[in-house]
């Protein structure tokens, strides 16, 4: 069975780790001034050295071989025993896994043991937060005044959950992400000595898919190089990741200038091959900056980018294309939608908000008017006689007399004047604000229409009444500074009303209604005609009283039928009502 790449080309010497300088010196200078602290906590995102150098910190303790300053000879048997990880006396824990209270209690009698073969007793914790309260307060005496020969390593990814009683008891050692330049610098390195060949823009691609990571990099570069040949390539890092790498998403950026669907098309590939909708958001923003950057300070500030040399040119190449604000609106974008994409939304919403973006930002349609305005050049070039080019220029229109002033209601918007006639209505008449709350309202050749839905009969019977139709008047003469025919439609009713024509409320007469399909018009009950005894002398008393019970039959009728639209419109019930000149039955109510 072979060995891991990972595991394979782990630092063997101080000098041998990458991009972690600061935690470097302060081991060695520990090393060199012989003052090595009896606890140390190294924290730090994932694969980025902590166990590798705290096992370099032990060989140098116990290395008796030749050593070169403070570097470990790597050939005498104590460093090559913790190379091998047999030694006895570097004791690597997982914190995950022993993180009981009982396990410490374990640790703690074996710590005043002497080491076997070895100057030092190393006790390696790993993912230290793991353990438990108990654990730690367990730990806390032996890790406070532990015996001369015994040194604690604790490393963890978060330092935050480590207890402040722990930390305050080691020298607290960070450890950084390694950037992409070192990773791929690592990776060349590794790629010749296992006698192969790789594509620049895949050892890139690789680099940024480990995020900070050497392990992680390390493990995709040997999965890479058992699914590659001799080369690595590109599009096998691709077929490995499912798409989404850094010259698919170049190359997407380019498509968005042909102003065609292959913008949304492709994205969609891109998610259905198996790339992650995070890391494409995140590298786009990237793409973007770079693109800013390069547009705003020009082509000495493409130096400073991280990335292969094809991206780089791709970058000097793109970046007159675009205008700044577009780039910083697409990064303002892709900053706001990341939380999002994090939580998990779906790819096609995805696809869908970054098509809505271009076209508002109307960067798609950017370089189709320039091809538009390319095609129209090339047509007036073919043509030789100037006076055919006069054919493609528009003639000017005639200048047409002025038009008469446009009236008031159409230079205004009738929703504002709608919404300021209602609230006129709010504290003087409750009554005729509510009958129009649910009215839909248009305007069109000075005939202004209330459309009311079919549950609001109610409130066209309101409005159909005379007072409350010149109140409607004056205030539309107010509000509108206009006087306009009215036009009622509920259902099938219509009521129109001609303001033009009529005079204030003080001076009206009695209102005219034209109505069309015969409505069924309702009168105030002092308008309905009543038969009163000695008006007709051709009619016998039978007659009389026959027509005396037809018309109150008819009021009962029409006053039932005001209270059920009441008790439609308002949703309530009556519980008692009265009416004028009742008669008193049984002690009921009499008139007032």
């Not at 006790?123 to 015996?147: C, G, Q, R, W």
């Not at 008017?369 to 050049?377: A, I």
């Not at 105030?524 to 002398?537: E, H, M, R, V």
């Amino acid at each position: 069975m072979t060995v891991s790449l990972y595991r394979r080309y782990r630092p063997a010497q101080f000098s041998q780790v990458i991009a972690q300088e600061a935690a470097v010196q302060v081991i060695t200078k520990a090393l060199e001034d012989n003052r090595v602290s009896h606890a140390y906590l190294f924290s730090g995102p994932r694969g980025c050295g902590k166990t590798t150098l705290a096992r370099l910190l032990a060989k140098a303790l116990n290395c008796v071989g030749d050593k070169d300053g403070v570097e470990p000879c790597n050939k005498c048997v104590n460093c090559t025993a913790i190379n091998r990880g047999e030694s006895l006396d570097v004791i690597e824990i997982d914190g995950a896994s022993n993180n009981s209270v009982d396990e410490v209690r374990e640790l703690k009698s074996h710590v005043s043991l002497s080491p076997f073969a070895s100057l030092y007793k190393v006790y390696i914790i790993d993912e230290v937060h793991m353990l438990s309260i108990s654990a730690f307060n367990a730990l806390l005496k032996t890790l406070e005044e532990p015996p001369s020969h015994v040194i604690f390593i604790l490393a963890t990814t978060e330092p935050h959950k480590v207890p402040v009683t722990i930390r305050s008891r080691c020298q607290h050692i960070p450890f950084r992400k390694i950037d992409a330049l070192s990773i791929v610098t690592c990776l060349k390195d590794i790629i010749q000595k296992e006698n192969r060949e790789a594509e620049e823009d895949a050892l890139w691609e690789i680099a940024r898919q480990a995020d900070g990571a050497m392990r992680d990099a390390q493990s995709l570069l040997e999965q890479v190089m058992a699914l590659a040949g001799k080369r690595l390539e590109i599009e096998d890092v691709n077929c490995l990741l499912g798409g989404g790498s850094r010259p698919e998403l170049e190359r997407w950026v380019a498509s968005v200038r042909s102003a065609d669907m292959s913008v949304f098309t492709e994205l969609q590939n891109m998610f259905r091959r198996g790339a992650s909708p995070q890391k494409v958001v995140e590298d786009l923003f990237v793409i973007f900056r770079d693109l800013w950057i390069t547009k705003s300070w020009g082509k000495d500030s493409v130096s400073l980018l991280e990335g292969s040399s094809s991206e780089k040119n791709f970058l000097l190449q793109e970046s007159p294309f675009w205008k700044s604000h577009h780039l910083l609106s697409l990064m303002d974008f892709c900053a706001k939608i990341l939380p999002h994409v994090r939580m998990g939304m779906k790819t096609d919403v995805l696809s869908g908000l970054f098509l809505n973006k271009l076209i508002e930002d109307e960067i798609l349609t950017q370089h189709s008017d320039n091809v538009e305005k390319k095609t129209s050049k090339k047509k007036l070039e073919v043509v030789a006689e100037p006076k055919v080019i006069e054919v493609f220029q528009e003639p000017q229109e005639p200048q047409e007399p002025s038009k008469p002033k446009e009236s008031y209601v159409q230079s205004v918007t009738l929703k504002e004047k709608w919404e300021e006639l209602l609230t006129s209505f709010i504290h003087g008449d409750i009554h005729m604000y509510s009958a129009l709350l649910y009215a839909s309202v248009s305007f069109e050749n000075g005939l202004l229409t209330l459309e009311f839905p079919e549950y609001c009969k109610y409130s066209l019977e309101l409005l159909s009444v005379e007072r409350n139709a010149f109140i409607l008047q004056q205030k539309i003469e107010e509000v509108f500074n206009e006087k306009l025919t009215l036009q009622y439609i509920c259902n099938d009713k219509t009521l129109e009303y001609d303001f033009s024509s009529s005079k204030k409320i003080s001076e009206s007469e009695e209102a005219v209604f034209e109505i069309q399909d015969e409505p069924t018009k309702v009168l105030p009950f002092d308008d309905i005609p009543s038969a009163k005894p000695g008006k007709s002398a051709s009619k016998t008393e039978n007659e009389q009283e026959e027509d005396q019970e037809q018309e109150q039959e008819q009021e009962q009728a029409v006053f039932s039928g005001l209270v059920d639209a009441v008790l439609r419109w308002g949703g309530g019930e009556v519980l008692l009502h009265k009416k004028e000149n009742v008669e008193e039955i049984d002690g009921g109510i009499t008139e007032e």
